[in-house]
């Protein structure tokens, strides 16, 4: 990550993956709100798009663990030099690890999907577990850098915490939209902070960042704060945009169904009337 681009890379996933679950929140929460009581079985398209979330997570997780491993300056899978006495690029050991554990929280969701057996929650419980990884070794990653360095990072931990906590309460309160929206909010925001720090530490052009000065420190804080304003009206807007949408097509569905069932009402009336004219 020691340039824009190792950025750019998590940030464009995690971008990807808020208004992913934005999206996919929000079809589910319609369709049950527009379902009987006690009907829990998931329509064949809700398990697709588990089946397909799942899948993205064990690729990308797996990618990313082998570009950090096999690039050119990479570990090559050696953790420790015995002939120098010293551990083998530790922060690429650390980012495949934060990589491993998103790998863990697709199979779950995968297992989960796919299988009853499984309790209920324990896809919320892996991907909580990954993000609380994530915001643990980012924790002790920026020891000894420069204040600007070690503070714009530590505000990624806000967003990694947060979505971590909001995700583990969606282990017990399942099916809560104000809390399935919360983890989407946090997963944009943490995807466009990753795009910060990348500008912020990496200029495509422009001067130099100043790390030691207090007044960049108190501005990227309040960027922060912008950031996930703007994450809220992301997640805000595309909700909106999903539900009106899906109401609509539900909508004309349902009067299409209707209007079918009306016109087979009517040529079976019409077809008992022709019967009983034959009959006399």
Request: charged letters at 15%; a neutral charge; proline letters at 4%.
């Amino acid at each position: 990550m020691a340039n824009f681009g190792g950025h750019a890379i998590p940030g464009s996933f995690f971008l990807f993956y808020g208004f992913w679950l934005t999206v996919k929140h929000i079809l589910h929460h319609y369709w049950r709100t527009n379902q009987p009581k006690g009907r829990q079985v998931k329509p064949p398209f809700l398990k697709k798009m588990e089946y397909f979330e799942g899948g993205l997570q064990i690729f990308a997780s797996f990618v990313g663990m082998m570009v950090e491993q096999f690039v050119v300056d990479g570990p090559h899978a050696h953790l420790y030099d015995a002939s120098t006495q010293s551990w083998v690029k530790l922060m690429n050991w650390q980012h495949c690890t934060m990589y491993l554990f998103f790998g863990i929280s697709g199979i779950a969701l995968v297992i989960s999907t796919s299988s009853k057996l499984v309790p209920v929650g324990v896809d919320r419980l892996a991907l909580s577990l990954a993000l609380f990884v994530e915001g643990f070794l980012f924790y002790y990653h920026v020891h000894s850098r420069p204040p600007l360095d070690a503070h714009i990072h530590s505000l990624l931990l806000v967003a990694v915490f947060g979505g971590s906590a909001s995700t583990m309460l969606e282990v017990f309160m399942r099916d809560n939209i104000i809390l399935e929206l919360l983890g989407a909010c946090l997963f944009i925001l943490q995807g466009s902070w990753f795009y910060q720090i990348g500008f912020v530490l990496y200029p495509l052009r422009g001067p130099q960042w100043d790390l030691e000065q207090h007044a960049n420190i108190m501005f990227v804080t309040m960027c922060f704060c912008w950031h996930l304003a703007v994450a809220l009206l992301l997640v805000a807007s595309t909700s909106c945009v999903v539900w009106f949408t899906v109401n609509r097509f539900g909508k004309k569905g349902r009067d299409i169904e209707i209007g079918m069932r009306k016109t087979l009402s009517e040529s079976n009336s019409q077809k008992a009337l022709l019967e009983e004219s034959e009959e006399e």
